[in-house]
């Protein structure tokens, strides 16, 4: 070998480590991106369903009067009006009618559900007092939480005279500028546009005072101006003098896991879709998996090979590739149309979902049964098994763990589906839990789409909980699919 | 196990329950859907009677279904965010569906928005079509590919901004009504075009129908939540919403005003805002009796507590319909008057 022969064959050598040197850089690159649009993906959804999880309620004495609630007929009780008579009484200085109404709108038009539950399940309650949770509005619970704006407080420097001329009180101090809001005197105020010379709008009657002193009166200020929020200057205002006297409590939202959907955000949950969902993959699965797993092994181990299986076998690989809405066509004709099944129910969502998953289960069954050696088929047959025998008693068992976790990640893909179901009318409002599969129900990602398409802000949260319990339902089982992989897995 | 499964899906398949059904049934508009799910919700609550499905799928699709016949296998509402056609009138009529009520519940406003921190200005009907039409006249009258990027390019008096706008896909209710509202209008208000309506109302149509390609006006998906997001990143760009969204999300947006009027719930009602489009539900007359709960849901529907000035459906943004006109479109759907065919245009 010359000088110079030498001196190329070292500068291939030194290109090809760079090369692959090169290479691996690309593929660390490739992961990291990916790693990371994953995690911020996750890590932003997760953010914006924290304040789903757990709500606002105010936690109050409440009478239950038995002239509001009969104890003859207690589930046709006015639940709502007695918990807002406590409400109010929180409040006694808030009188004229109009502001009774606003902080009556603070509370949820379903307020009265624990209470309800709670006095169905036991009517020797009916005259006694008990304390209950009671639900707020969304905008309310927003508002506690800090989502809608920030509130700084602080506390009142020097003196405050509070001037009282029949209805009208007039305030003068340091810091009372025109639009300021006061704490003071167990009352509250905002001052005129003009200022401390005319009298100042009452928020909240305070009680009899005429110089309150220093540090014992407070200023509050918003960061969103009243415009751009649904709770208004006065609202706000009660809700934090509520807070001081702690009548919220943050508890965790039982309703977004135990109801179904709902308009009002506060109420909305995903139980309905829930159980939808598992309605819609049991028949499924009660469908396309024995089918599939009967196709694929007569497909494989007994089907002649001829012209007829091979087209049989394109179709089916073709089949796998269609997109889902042309299941939904195809469900909305020959289910709806020439069946006449009822539209929204679980039962044809589930026939639907079924033959798109189909293809996916014959093609992973058939890879699993030819992946089993021939060696233990011929092994069987030696000893004088049939060949359904060989079959039944050795290949299927073999090739389970394959099939399942075919079946597992087709029903994964199929659980996150709503196009097809657009077309058979499961793509709706519906309130009630279904118990049958005649009902009509929704699945999860059509309340996931339905929710992110509401202009309410508390819907936004929501969707993002639900997103969240969609992917955990996602992950447990692909690890169940791993589990069931690892566990009957055979090596030979 | 196996055999029994293959047994439960063959009746599955044949049976064919075609029982009678104890819930009403709505499809439609997504506009109008989260006023009538809020209804559905509140009737559930109150009558004692199932709570109705209302599905999602939008005006056409809704018509489509509702007409399709009568009986428990049809809906029997349907939510509409523009007026019956006359074609899906006939189709109806064809399909046995002869007994129509319409019932006008209130008006949905478009709003032209943006980031609530951007300085605002006004914009007429006639600006908008020049800043967003595929085609514009130019000053002779002759139709030219739109050659304005910036507002101060069509009107020196708006401000020196990049046009940039975020507007529903064509499969949106909203995106029809903008067109009609504004894009047909702003067309028509030049000498030209409307020269060219007369003569050939074919080509008219193409003009203001079709929105520029040129990346300046993009379709964002009907997700209107996703456009609100966006426009608080960019103060340059805009948003067509409808008004529910603005009113909602007043923190981040705000709209402008159109000809000279801002949105609000007082001008839209009044119709001093002219970009509002009118709401409908449409009832199978021929369903009363058959499907319980129709009149009554109608009754909910219409009621002062629903769709009245302070119902609960205004708090969810729709606009009321003004006193006169309220008690008329009561009258008339609680006594079911039918949709005649002179009545539909």
């Given at each position: ?254 309703n977004f896991f135990l109801n179904g959907d709902s308009r009002e955000?506060?109420q909305a949950g995903i139980l309905g879709s829930i159980v939808g ?151 709706a409002f519906i309130v009630d839990i279904p118990s049958?599969?005649?009902d009509s129900a929704t699945?999860l990602?059509?309340q996931?789409?339905l ?42 | ?36 799910t809020?209804?559905a919700e509140?009737?559930g609550k109150?009558?004692?009677?199932k709570t109705?499905v ?292």
């Amino acid at each position: 070998m010359t000088e110079k022969q030498r001196k190329v064959q070292a500068g291939n050598i030194a290109r090809r480590y760079a090369a692959e040197k090169r290479f691996r850089l690309y593929g660390v690159a490739a992961l990291t991106v990916t790693t990371a649009f994953l995690a911020v993906l996750l890590v932003d959804i997760v953010w914006r369903s924290l304040p789903a999880y757990l709500q606002y309620n105010a936690v109050m004495t409440v009478t239950v009067d038995a002239s509001k609630i009969d104890p003859a007929k207690p589930a046709a009780g006015d639940f709502e009006g007695v918990v807002k008579a406590a409400w109010r009484e929180q409040l006694p200085s808030v009188e004229s009618r109009a502001d009774r109404r606003l902080l009556n709108s603070l509370l949820s038009n379903a307020g009265g559900s624990e209470l309800r539950r709670q006095v169905l399940a036991d009517p020797s309650l009916i005259g006694k007092e008990v304390s209950v949770p009671v639900m707020l509005s969304d905008d309310a619970d927003l508002y506690l939480k800090g989502v809608v704006t920030g509130v700084a407080r602080a506390t009142g420097d020097g003196p405050l005279q509070i001037r009282a001329e029949g209805e009208n009180y007039f305030l003068s101090g340091r810091g009372i500028d025109p639009g300021a809001i006061v704490l003071a005197a167990g009352g509250a105020f905002k001052i005129a546009p003009e200022g401390s010379s005319a009298p100042a709008e009452v928020i909240a009657a305070p009680g009899p005072a005429a110089e309150v002193p220093a540090g014992q009166w407070q200023l509050l200020s918003f960061d969103t101006p009243e415009t751009g929020r649904k709770i208004g200057d006065r609202q706000a205002v009660w809700l934090e003098m509520l807070r001081d006297k702690n009548v919220f409590e943050r508890q965790v939202a039982w309703n977004f896991f135990l109801n179904g959907d709902s308009r009002e955000a506060e109420q909305a949950g995903i139980l309905g879709s829930i159980v939808g969902s598992l309605m819609v993959v049991f028949v499924t699965v009660a469908l396309s998996l024995p089918v599939g797993v009967a196709a694929a092994i007569y497909l494989e181990e007994f089907a002649p090979k001829n012209r007829l299986t091979e087209l049989i076998e394109v179709n089916i690989n073709n089949l796998a590739a269609v997109p889902s809405i042309i299941f939904g066509l195809l469900g909305l004709a020959v289910f709806l149309s020439f069946f006449g099944m009822p539209r929204s129910v679980p039962l044809v969502g589930g026939l639907v979902i079924a033959l798109m998953s189909l293809p996916t289960i014959i093609i992973a069954s058939r890879a699993a049964v030819r992946a089993v050696p021939p060696s233990i088929r011929e092994a069987a047959l030696g000893i004088g098994a049939s060949h359904q025998q060989a079959v039944f008693h050795h290949v299927l068992p073999l090739a389970m763990p394959g099939i399942m976790t075919g079946t597992i990640l087709a029903l994964a893909s199929a659980i996150g589906e709503t196009a097809p179901l657009l077309l058979i009318g499961m793509v709706a409002f519906i309130v009630d839990i279904p118990s049958g599969f005649l009902d009509s129900a929704t699945v999860l990602p059509v309340q996931i789409y339905l929710w992110s398409d509401l202009p309410e802000k508390a819907f936004e949260a929501r969707t993002a909980a639900a997103i969240v319990v969609l992917l955990v339902i996602m992950m447990v089982l692909n690890a169940l699919a791993i589990y069931l992989r690892k566990r009957f897995e055979r090596r030979w | 196990m196996k055999r029994f499964l293959f047994a439960a899906s063959l009746i599955a398949l044949t049976a064919v329950p075609a029982l009678a059904r104890d819930q009403i049934r709505i499809v439609g508009s997504s506009t109008v859907y989260p006023f009538t799910t809020a209804v559905a919700e509140e009737f559930g609550k109150t009558s004692g009677m199932k709570t109705p499905v209302v599905e999602s799928t939008g005006t056409g699709g809704g018509f489509k279904l509702f007409c399709a016949g009568v009986g428990v296998d049809h809906p029997d509402f349907t939510n509409a965010s523009r007026a019956i056609k006359k074609g899906e009138y006939e189709d109806c009529a064809k399909n046995g569906v002869t007994e129509v009520v319409e019932i006008k519940v209130g008006f949905d406003g478009l709003a032209f928005a943006h980031a609530a921190s951007a300085t605002a200005f006004d914009v007429t009907k006639q600006q908008l079509f020049m800043a967003l039409a595929k085609q514009v006249p130019d000053k002779e009258g002759k139709l030219v590919a739109n050659p304005y990027t910036m507002w101060n390019e069509i009107d020196a008096a708006l401000p020196a901004q990049k046009i940039e706008v975020y507007g529903p896909p064509p499969t949106s209710g909203t995106r029809d009504s903008f067109m009609e509202l504004v894009m047909e209008k702003g067309a028509e208000s030049f000498d030209s075009l409307k020269q060219m309506k007369k003569d050939d109302a074919k080509a008219f149509e193409a003009v203001w129908k079709s929105m520029r390609e040129d990346g300046l006006f993009v379709e964002a998906g009907e997700n209107d939540n996703l456009i609100v997001q966006k426009l608080q990143g960019n103060t340059n760009a805009f948003g067509i919403f409808g008004f529910a969204n603005v009113a909602e999300n007043a923190a981040q947006i705000k709209a402008i005003a159109v000809d000279g009027v801002v949105p609000t719930f007082e001008t839209i009602s009044s119709g001093e805002y002219k970009v509002a489009r009118p709401l409908f539900v449409y009832a199978k007359k021929q369903h009363v009796g058959v499907v319980p709960g129709m009149a009554e849901f109608v009754a909910e529907y219409t009621s002062e507590k629903a769709t009245g000035e302070d119902g609960y459906l205004s708090e969810k943004g729709l606009i009321a319909l003004l006193g006169d006109e309220s008690a008329k479109v009561r009258e008339s759907a609680n006594a079911m008057t039918v949709l005649t065919a002179d009545m539909v245009k």
